[in-house]
């Protein structure tokens, strides 16, 4: 199984999408008012907005950099307001957080070989 897309719910796609592509995705599908679909420029995932009221609660959205300090930089520099800088993380992740104009949060991180074999992983023979 491979995850091909996460959608939020956003009541204004129009900040939506300059905020995504200020971001750095890159738009694939236009429908405003009710739809947008962005490529992410690393790897195969796309992730899109979907027009409607809820905002973000419970939903977190990571998108993972390979030079977090400098991206977070760029993005300041831009305009975008981030309620945390890069950090390392105890559980060995560098993370700096934010959030889209939904309420949506969002963690821009780097992980490296920690993303998926943390030394607490669970092995086979655990499973």
């Known amino acids: 199984m491979n995850l091909n897309q996460v959608t939020v719910t956003m009541p204004d796609l129009d900040q939506g999408w300059h905020f995504y592509i200020a971001l750095g995705l890159v738009p694939i599908?236009?429908?405003?008012?009710?739809?947008?679909?962005?490529?992410?420029?690393?790897g195969n995932s796309?992730?899109?907005?979907?027009?409607?009221?809820?905002?973000?609660?419970?939903?977190?959205?990571?998108?993972e950099c390979e030079n977090l300090d400098a991206t977070v930089e760029g993005l300041r520099a831009a305009g975008i307001v981030f309620s945390a800088l890069p950090?390392?993380?105890?559980?060995?992740?560098?993370?700096?957080?934010?959030?889209?104009?939904?309420?949506n949060r969002l963690l821009l991180y780097f992980a490296g070989e920690n993303r998926l074999d943390l030394p607490w992983k669970i092995r086979p023979q655990q499973r």
């Open 29 to 42: 599908v236009d429908a405003r008012p009710n739809y947008v679909r962005f490529a992410c420029p690393d």
């Open 46 to 63: 796309t992730f899109s907005l979907h027009a409607g009221m809820a905002t973000g609660g419970g939903t977190t959205v990571y998108f």
């Open 87 to 103: 950090e390392d993380k105890s559980w060995l992740w560098r993370e700096a957080e934010l959030f889209d104009p939904g309420g």
